[in-house]
């Protein structure tokens, strides 16, 4: 198997939310601020409700979402709109980590 | 936008290598073993090397691997080649946030 394919630029965010915190509200605002963007290519999003703490760490949540280009990554997280979610989400959270990347797809989705 | 479509099983590893680690070689290995499962469906990775510490926490590397139902990614954890493998990478880190759900898709890749 070869190096694999290089793809899109992937934002992945793991987080442990603040307890007390209504996730639901928080991922409908996610999936608000998505809609209105073209520019990210796919959204998606789960809860791990069933890890051990020694493999979660005590996170939970992980939210995915792709782009094309470096460039409309960088134009989404500029955006007023992506700007203003970002403080309700950051108020959310306990602790979070957020890596993005140029995606390397080895084996690709049927 | 609906709570979206209840997708396959997401398993989701981030982690940061010890130093003088060969990922390379760490990656290879994982691409030879997801090739030996048609139960993997998909596989992916990337290396985040801009992302600032406050964003990042020091992981650098981001693997996904999905799988159509629970009872697969059991079957792939318990396999003696899996936990052959999983000696040599747990080796190679330094930290570690593993996730494991059912990922729900808001935006579905084109």
Redesign the interface.
């Known amino acids: 198997?070869g190096a694999?394919a290089m793809?899109e630029i992937?934002h992945?965010v793991?987080v442990k939310f603040k307890e007390g915190v209504v996730v639901e509200d928080i991922v409908k605002g996610m999936?608000?601020l998505?809609?209105e963007f073209d520019l990210?290519?796919?959204?998606?999003?789960?809860?791990?409700?069933?890890?051990p703490e020694m493999?979660?760490?005590g996170?939970t949540h992980?939210f995915?979402m792709?782009f094309d280009k470096k460039e409309d990554y960088a134009e989404f997280q500029s955006h007023p709109n992506h700007v203003e979610y970002s403080a309700t989400f950051s108020a959310a959270i306990e602790?979070?980590?957020?890596?993005?990347?140029?995606?390397?797809?080895?084996?690709?989705?049927?």
């Open positions: 198997m694999g793809g992937k992945l793991t999936e608000k998505v809609s990210v290519k796919s959204f998606e999003w789960g809860q791990d409700s069933e890890g493999l979660t760490q996170f992980s995915s792709t602790k979070i980590v957020v890596l993005c990347f140029p995606s390397v797809c080895v084996k690709p989705s049927a």
